[in-house]
């Protein structure tokens, strides 16, 4: 089977799961290659909905688990967005699809080797509206703040609160907070008041860093 048979029947099914609900997110999963961010070893996993491991003991994230974040994020044409923990720089790719033409996500990682290796997948797959930066995802990137929305792609002990400070009012944040089995929670600022549901078990990497494990 062709990659972009996979890449169809994985959109497919995650459509049928409920995961995939609007045509932004569908036409996101469609035209970013997966196989392009992970290493050569795993390629012909590229579409089999699981995590997969890219080195630095860090995965790049199953592709319903970024379905359920791009959903639960209601992201939004034009939007500036936080992204916490870069890996590969696959789940940028396709917030940067989403938001186009206008939008940018600022996306940070710790390990610098990851970045470097993001910037050059998101190069190849020609994704020009993605910023990458090296340092502690914990306190955030206040240099671009604030944020419309801010995803964090690793478990947070608690909610930082710099990403708190970091975020628009209204905006929205989603991030897994616990161990490596954890809960992730949807924020929404509105008036300076902050709501927060809960959506669920999940399972991530820990965030390590100043407000991290």
């Known amino acids: 089977m062709k990659i972009d048979e996979k890449r169809k029947n ?60 791009c959903e639960e994020l209601d992201l939004k044409k034009d939007q500036k967005i936080l992204e916490i923990g870069t890996g590969s720089g696959y789940h940028a790719a396709i917030v940067a699809k989403i938001i186009e033409p206008n939008g940018q996500v600022y996306t940070i990682e710790r390990h610098k080797n990851l ?18 930066e090296i340092g502690d995802g914990s ?35 989603l991030i897994p907070v616990g161990g490596t089995i954890c809960t ?12 927060k549901e809960n959506h669920g078990g999940c399972a991530f990497v820990p965030l390590i860093g100043k407000y991290g494990h």
């Open 115 to 132: 970045a470097e290796k993001a910037k050059q997948n998101l190069k190849n797959t020609n994704i020009k509206n993605v910023t990458v």
């Open 10 to 69: 994985l959109v497919e099914s995650l459509k049928k799961q409920g995961r995939i609900k609007t045509k932004e997110i569908e036409k996101a999963f469609l035209e970013i290659p997966r196989e392009e961010f992970i290493p050569p070893i795993f390629k012909q996993y590229a579409y089999s909905d699981t995590p997969l491991e890219i080195g630095q003991g860090q995965t790049i994230s199953a592709p319903h688990m970024i379905a359920i974040m």
């Open 184 to 195: 992730l929670y949807l924020l929404e600022k509105n008036n300076g008041k902050i709501k």
């Open 139 to 173: 306190e955030g990137l206040a240099k671009y703040a604030p944020y419309d929305r801010i995803y964090v792609t690793c478990a947070a002990p608690s909610i930082p609160q710099p990403l708190i400070e970091q975020l628009k009012d209204p905006g929205k944040m």
